[in-house]
């Protein structure tokens, strides 16, 4: 789980910096087949960390507070990777030399690593303190 918080949304802003400078089509397919492996890769780890956490988190009761608020930030992490981010890069893997500005300047994509990481920052404060919610 830890992978995946870490490097999630660094690799994130890693693809989302380098798409910025570059302009090459080819380059374009290359790294979103590299990153969508990383991203698989974070998914599983994710997946890992859930399972790993539902599994301790019995002694604290899985109706507290803390935890139903981490649920709902952990599937708002996953629903902005599997509905923002991975269609973006499939779309800027498949844009032509024209189309490539609009895709890469598309705002909700931009939008979506910034709150990503604010929402992964806010489940490992969770985790780590375990307020009384």
């Known amino acids: ?9 660094i ?18 397919q290359m790294l979103a087949t590299a990153f969508s492996r990383i991203f698989a890769a974070g998914g599983v780890s994710v997946g890992i960390g859930v399972v790993s956490g539902l599994l301790l988190a019995h002694t604290y009761g899985y109706a ?9 930030l952990s ?10 981010d991975e269609p973006w890069s499939r779309r800027l893997a498949s844009a032509d030399r024209q189309n490539l500005p609009l895709v890469r300047s598309a ?3 931009r939008l979506a ?11 490992l404060w969770l985790m ?5 919610l």
């Open 107 to 109: 705002l909700l994509p």
């Open 11 to 28: 690799a994130g802003i890693i693809f989302r910096v380098i798409v910025q400078h570059l302009d090459e089509q080819r380059v374009f």
């Open 113 to 123: 690593a910034p709150l990503g990481i604010a929402l992964w920052l806010s489940i």
């Open 1 to 9: 789980m830890m992978l995946a918080f870490a490097g999630l949304p």
């Open 75 to 84: 599937t708002m992490a996953a629903l902005i990777g599997i509905l923002i």
């Open 128 to 132: 780590i303190t375990k307020p009384s």
């Open 64 to 72: 507290s507070g803390w935890l139903v608020l981490s649920y709902v």
